[in-house]
């Protein structure tokens, strides 16, 4: 879980990358910012994922070896019917995908070096292929089932390979719990995945609240500037001090939940972090006059009545 400090950094860190007067809307600019941001969790959860596709795999290769040693026989049996074509092709369809996956599997532990922080492109990229051929593989076996059902006569022959075929799903089943973790939670094989899953989810969630927050009341947070700061023009004001007064005025302003001394507090800290010694002095005067007219405002025309942004589900 995210801290709250973590939450609110990142959101200041959106607002000034993403310069509310010339760029991109901040519906628009999020999945960029995203990738830059949880970069090392990303990276996180995609070695923890590549190590658990190769630790299923382990158990997948003697099932993998099995079916292609006795594919070839049935082939030339089904080959040999000149009216089961569809089943001959729904069973080269299973194999050619399975040498498939067995070189992504190779290039992968080829790749895959535990002790890098980074993540290689091609790593990523491979999880990423054998994720789709996974579903591939997924359909084309329900397709054989299906096929295989018109032809009763070679449902015996087909029997170690269709037990072949079983259990190569059953890791199937469990590399999809890899790629979709969090639809598992509680299944101890994700666990990890699911805990980095999470905390992504929900940094973004609360770090997108924040800034939902500045954006939909953008307007009446620069009127309330304006009073408190003479001749006040936003592009005047070093974009990082804009950011943090920002945020810090909308949450004066329109979190219920928010206290307007923590809001202060949070502020001036960030900006000693992030500015200057001059610059936390001078938002800690800003915010606090902005706090003492918000609290002269009645519940009945307080902005947190009209302009508090919906939440998001």
Known sequence: ?????????????????????????????????????????????????????????????????????????????????????????????????????????????????????????????ILQEIYLLNNTITDQRTAWDIQLADYPHFKQRAESINASIAALQRVSDRIKMVQNPTLFPSHSDVAHLVSTADKMQSMRAAVDGKVQLVTTNKVKIDEIIRTVVENYVPERINPVDRAILRLGAAEIMFDKEMPAAVAINEAVEISQKFSSTDSSKFINGILDKISNISAQITPETSPNQTSEPKSQA
Request: proline share 3%; net charge negative; hydrophobic share 40%.
């Open 1 to 125: 879980m995210s801290s709250r400090r973590e939450i609110r950094e990142a959101a200041i860190q959106f607002l000034y990358c993403n310069d509310l007067e010339e760029c991109a809307p901040a519906d628009e600019a999020s999945d960029a910012f995203w990738e830059l941001l949880l970069e090392s969790d990303f990276a996180k959860l995609t070695k923890a994922s590549v190590k658990s596709v190769l630790h299923l795999n382990q158990g997948r290769q003697k099932r993998y070896i099995k079916l292609v040693e006795k594919a070839p026989e049935l082939e030339s049996l089904i080959a040999a019917d000149p009216v089961a074509k569809k089943l001959g092709r729904a069973l080269s369809a299973i194999i050619k995908s399975e040498n498939k996956w067995q070189a992504l599997i190779d290039s992968m532990a080829r790749i895959y070096k535990p002790q890098n922080e980074e993540v290689q492109t091609d790593l990523a990229d």
